[in-house]
C-alpha cells in the first residue's frame, strides 16, 4: 500500500499532581498541570485517511486519560508526502514521532501504532532512537537504542 500522506498530530500532556499523594480511595485530587505535549507524523495511505476505523484507530492510540495524566489531540493536518516538509510542523527543538498503523492480527492482536523518536543531544547531534507500539491499552515493547559517538 503506498503511504503517501503524512497525517500530523499535535497532542497536549497534562499531569495531575495532585493525584501524587493519593493513596486510591475516595476522590482523587484535582490539580492538573500542562506539560507540553508531542507531534506524531503518521505515514498512511490515501485509502486509509478516508476510513473511519483509521481515525478511530489513530485518535485510541494516540490519547490516554486516567486520574493521573492525560494526552489529548489539540491539531491534525493531512499532508501529501510531496508537499510534506517535517520544519513547517517541527519546531527545531523537538523530536517528533514517526509512525504508522499496523492493523494486521497476524501481527497485533489489535490495531497498533508502531512509534520512533530520535534522542538528541540539547542542540546536538542524534544520539539515540526510541522504538514502541501503541495501542488503546497503552505503549509496550519500549526500547531505547543508542547510537554510536562520533569522535
Known sequence: MNKSI???IQ?????????????????????????????????????EIQSAEFWDTLHACVTECDDYYEEYIIGETIVDLVDFNESDYVEEWEQPITCGIINNPQIFEKPTLVCEQFIKEFEGPIV???????????RENYT????????
Open 6 to 8: 503524512r497525517v500530523v
Open 11 to 47: 497532542t497536549q500532556i497534562k499531569e495531575n499532581y495532585g493525584a501524587h499523594d493519593w493513596v486510591g480511595t475516595g476522590e482523587c485530587p484535582q490539580y492538573w498541570k500542562f506539560k507540553g505535549g508531542n507531534t506524531y507524523i503518521v505515514q498512511a495511505s490515501a485509502a
Open 128 to 138: 539515540g532512537v526510541r522504538r514502541w507500539e501503541q495501542n488503546r491499552d497503552g
Open 144 to 151: 531505547v537504542v543508542e547510537t554510536k559517538k562520533v569522535a
